[in-house]
């Protein structure tokens, strides 16, 4: 049983990439199962699973007479990490849409956060935001406090929809990230810019320049990591 769970895993893994890489178009009708089973070698079983598991990820709609391909915008959030890794390096397009998204879910975080936080939160953010001023233009030492800074907001915030979408974009953007390497340069005055806000936000408990100071620093990361992502195809 685990071995054909295995192989429909693996078969999902495929017919999926081929989806993506539009070997079958949209509306097109995916092979039967039989044809399926023949060219994995495979059981109609194993195939039968590997199509419930695309159906679930929103990729295909499963019909009386076979399974049909469906638009890319009606699959899950699940896809993005397996679109992000059909080439060498990730659509730039598809990265900086989803720092523009993860920006504002993060600038909203901050403005709730900074909302209901009393003054022991607001100091214990602060103390964060002061840890990040002794290497914030350093992607690799600052990531881990941003990180950490992030979800204490999102602990304060407790918007529990937000913390999954986010949970789910990061692990699939982040991780992939990592195996390229990518390491953004920012612009060192701009980030100086957005700590020194941040620090003035929590000191007052301003919502809004905190809103305005997360949505500053992704549109700065936006920015570093297209240059970045450039500057890796030009090599």
């Excluded at 039989?34 to 019909?63: D, H, K, N, T, Y």
Aim: glycine letters at 6%.
């Amino acid at each position: 049983m685990a071995q054909n769970k295995t192989l429909s895993h693996d078969i999902a893994q495929l017919l999926r990439t081929d989806i993506l890489r539009q070997r079958y178009r949209c509306e097109e009708r995916l092979p039967s199962e039989r044809e399926l089973a023949a060219r994995f070698g495979a059981s109609r079983g194993a195939v039968r699973e590997a199509l419930s598991q695309l159906e679930q990820l929103g990729l295909i709609r499963i019909q009386p007479g076979g399974a049909r391909v469906q638009p890319i915008e009606a699959a899950s959030i699940a896809i993005l990490g397996p679109l992000m890794e059909l080439e060498a390096v990730p659509d730039p397009a598809l990265v900086d849409q989803f720092l523009q998204t993860f920006g504002a879910m993060a600038a909203l975080t901050a403005r709730e956060a900074v909302a209901v936080a009393d003054a022991e939160a607001l100091q214990a953010l602060a103390s964060r935001v002061s840890a990040l001023k002794k290497h914030s233009t350093d992607f690799n030492a600052a990531q881990a406090e941003w990180v950490a800074l992030l979800e204490a907001m999102a602990r304060l915030s407790d918007n529990l929809v937000v913390r999954l979408i986010g949970n789910d974009l990061k692990a699939q953007f982040v991780s992939q990230m990592l195996k390229l390497g990518i390491r953004p340069v920012f612009r060192k005055r701009a980030i100086g810019e957005v700590l020194v806000a941040l620090e003035r936000a929590l000191k007052a408990g301003d919502r809004d320049l905190a809103h305005a100071a997360i949505t500053r620093y992704f549109d700065e990361l936006r920015l570093a990591m297209q240059q970045a992502m450039e500057s890796r195809k030009a090599g």
